[in-house]
């Protein structure tokens, strides 16, 4: 069998957040994996107006967190989710890990857009791996349970259509459909929509026609993999916002925020107990509750505020992080710690 290349790890709110050992970092905050969509992504969104039909992108679906999040809080209202998501394992798993939002209707909502799903590039044998992991499986939710005795293991390891149809099918018609047809109570989600995207954000997004009220950004960290927190990445999301749109992010990276003023966003901070906890952007002034202070903005004026920068849409993490320290090194900027130093004196 394929090695596993996701942990899964039960964080404090008893929701599952997954440890990405490829790239060595965690998914979602231990604190909780829910609690962290709803404070960081779903909070901020209490300052803004949401009308009837709104219009969100989710950068990074991941399992599905912030997707989950949002239809589960505004559920009288129709929302129409763009997700992009790179790794389609991930979107599989997505209604089959414990969210400890317990909601059936929102797990075959997922299910049945997923099944909407053409592509070939499943690892179904990874995925039937993880999912039938003695560790795993006590993290997984009801229905991930119900549905591991229903198939045979060994003939879900081809990567053919073939397979992967039968698999998604055999999941909608078992657990959904057939529940659907005894239960003359509509799903509360079925007024909304969610459309998956499979590539590499920096692509996806410009096949994207649409302007959003709401985008979540919720890439790996910049440290980590700056490619989707560079200015021309988000130059890309600006062009797809309206006046009144905003942009969330659990992120607080000076070069990030450094890109958004430059971009000409209003930027501000996600406050949680007061302490600065993530990003929020806008054209909108008045949305922005929490602007940047003078420290922060002068942050952004030294090297630490120097951009990531991408302007092909197609750089390396390490060229990326390579070029923006070739600049720092020949940038006339004061550096951070000369700032830092400035403030004590």
């Not at 992504?41 to 300052?47: G, M, R, S, T, V």
């Not at 590499?200 to 910049?222: C, E, G, Q």
């Amino acid at each position: 069998m394929s090695k596993k290349i996701y942990k899964f790890i039960k964080t404090n709110d008893n929701s599952i957040g997954l440890y990405d050992e490829k790239v060595g970092d965690i998914l979602h905050s231990k604190t909780g994996a829910l609690k962290e969509a709803n404070e960081k992504f779903i909070k901020p969104l209490e300052n803004i107006i949401l009308n009837d039909e709104i219009n969100v992108l989710d950068i990074c679906y991941g399992v599905g967190y912030n997707t989950k999040a949002v239809l589960n809080k505004y559920k009288r209202i129709k929302i129409n989710i763009d997700a992009l998501e790179s790794d389609i394992n991930l979107i599989y798993l997505s209604p089959l890990l414990e969210d400890n939002i317990n909601d059936d209707e929102l797990k075959n909502f997922i299910i049945e857009k997923i099944c909407n799903i053409s592509s070939e590039d499943i690892n179904t044998e990874y995925l039937f791996s993880t999912l039938i992991d003695s560790d795993n499986k006590k993290f997984l939710s009801s229905l991930g349970l119900k549905i591991i005795p229903q198939f045979d293991i060994e003939g879900y390891k081809s990567k053919g259509a073939v397979h992967n149809n039968r698999f998604l099918h055999n999941i909608y018609y078992n657990y959904i459909s057939n529940n659907m047809i005894n239960n003359s109570k509509p799903n509360k989600y079925n007024n909304s929509d969610l459309s998956f995207y499979l590539d590499d954000a920096r692509k996806s997004i410009m096949t994207l026609n649409k302007l959003y009220d709401v985008v979540f950004l919720d890439a790996y960290s910049p440290k980590i993999d700056p490619v989707l927190w560079t200015i021309d990445f988000l130059n890309e999301v600006k062009k797809r916002m309206n006046n009144n749109s905003i942009l969330v992010s659990y992120s607080k990276s000076v070069p990030f925020r450094s890109a958004l003023v430059e971009l000409g966003f209003c930027v501000g901070k996600t406050l949680i107990d007061n302490i600065d906890m993530g990003t929020v952007a806008s054209f909108n002034s008045n949305i922005i509750i929490n602007k940047l202070s003078d420290y922060d903005m002068n942050l952004i004026s030294t090297r630490s505020g120097i951009t990531f920068k991408d302007p092909d849409l197609n750089l390396f993490p390490s060229e990326i992080l390579n070029n923006r320290k070739i600049e720092s090194d020949s940038s006339c900027r004061i550096s951070r710690s000369s700032f830092m130093k400035n403030l004590t004196r």
